[in-house]
């Protein structure tokens, strides 16, 4: 069977602070039972059911904005208290790409950063230790972002690189963490046979994540959907050793392993030497669901925290949020300047 894993999800309390009676997690629930008990037969309007669930259209219409906003407030209003309870610990800067960096696209190749928040990273990693964690593979976000003084965690935390020119926290030069190289003649088949399959189905783009697979769903006809999804299933059926988990209108095909953005993070807190540390205080931005594995972790470590970005209520482990990129700017550069002044006091 493939494996359609879901991401953690907390659920989400109406305006009563009751969990309503039908609500995006049990929806989610019912597609997981479905695709666990019919294994197949189910199957394909599963995976249709959950790439519509995950449209933030569908979900505005379950969720208050400004109930949910009362369970993550804007990081920006909140900046000062997250300033006090960072007092006296290291930051660590977790950042994920596409959504976060850059604002979303229709075309995957042409989501560009742009030069003001370059300019506005560089100097977060001249004042915090800081890392990007991607699903695109290592190679391609570094050719978005370009800074070669940051940590990079590339195909979902799959493929992770130090600093090219080391680091000022750390001699990171031969840092290295790849623990899914014996997948790559996998995905590499895997991805050679979706591009075959889905060659006719107007729209639908596969991207070589290294380690993983992305399938583009964004710019293909929602009636074209199921075809799609049966596609996938039909190349995805012979590789039980590879799972399926989704993103912003993307299935992701990835190795069963158990690692993801979360043990990325924590991989790279404990190369930075804060594994048992309580000095640390880990900020991890992120706007998508394979994020969660990360908010996840540091609500689980009870250390530092994790913001959303996003304009619509989601089910999230955050306990922030920021509405969109230019937001993400701003408070990556009060976080600079909060640290410049301090440096100067
Ligand atoms: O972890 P991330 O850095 O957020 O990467 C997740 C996926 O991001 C990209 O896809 C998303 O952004 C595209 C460009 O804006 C958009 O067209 C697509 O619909 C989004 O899902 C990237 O192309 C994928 O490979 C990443 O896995």
């Given amino acids: 069977m493939v494996r359609f894993i879901e991401e953690n999800t907390k659920p989400v309390k109406n305006e009563t602070g009751d969990e309503p009676k039908t609500d995006v997690t049990t929806a989610k629930k019912k597609v997981l039972q479905d695709l666990i008990i019919n294994n197949g037969g189910g199957l394909i309007n599963s995976w249709v059911d959950s790439m519509r669930t995950c449209s933030p259209t569908h979900l505005k219409s379950l969720m208050k904005r400004s109930s949910w906003l009362t369970e993550h407030p804007s990081a920006l209003d909140m900046f000062e208290e997250i300033l006090h309870v960072s007092e006296g610990k290291q930051i660590v800067m977790f950042l994920d790409y596409d959504g976060t960096l850059s604002p979303i696209v229709d075309d995957p190749d042409r989501a560009f950063m742009s030069k003001k928040m370059r300019r506005t990273v560089r100097k977060l990693a001249n004042c915090f230790p800081t890392a990007i964690v ?45 623990p899914a190289t014996e997948f790559l003649p996998m995905i590499d088949e895997v991805y050679q046979k979706l591009v075959e399959k889905t060659n006719l189905t107007p729209g639908a783009n596969i991207e070589n994540n290294k380690f993983c697979v992305s399938v583009h769903f964004r710019r293909v006809d929602e009636k074209n959907w199921s075809d799609l999804a049966n596609q996938v299933r039909s190349v995805m059926k012979d590789y039980p050793k590879l799972r399926l988990t989704q993103g912003r209108k993307v299935l ?3 190795p069963i392993i158990k690692w993801d953005k ?3 993070l924590e991989f790279l807190l404990e190369s930075l030497g ?12 992120g706007d998508d669901r394979t994020d969660e594995d990360a908010f996840k972790i540091l609500r689980e470590r009870r250390q530092g925290l994790g913001i959303l970005v996003s304009k619509f209520p989601k089910e ?5 949020s920021l509405e969109e990129p230019d937001e993400v700017m701003d408070f990556l550069q009060r976080l600079v300047e909060w640290k410049q002044s301090r440096a100067g006091a």
């Fill in 134 to 178: 991607s699903g695109r593979c290592r190679e391609k976000v570094y050719n978005f972002v370009k800074l070669t003084e940051l940590y990079y965690a590339g195909s979902h935390g799959m493929d992770i690189k130090g600093p090219e020119q080391g680091s000022k926290y750390k001699d990171d030069k031969t840092l290295i963490c790849q």
């Fill in 262 to 264: 979360g043990k990325a």
């Fill in 274 to 285: 804060y594994a048992n540390s309580t000095d640390v205080f880990p900020l991890y931005i």
């Fill in 252 to 254: 992701e095909i990835r």
């Fill in 316 to 320: 999230t482990n955050a306990s922030y």
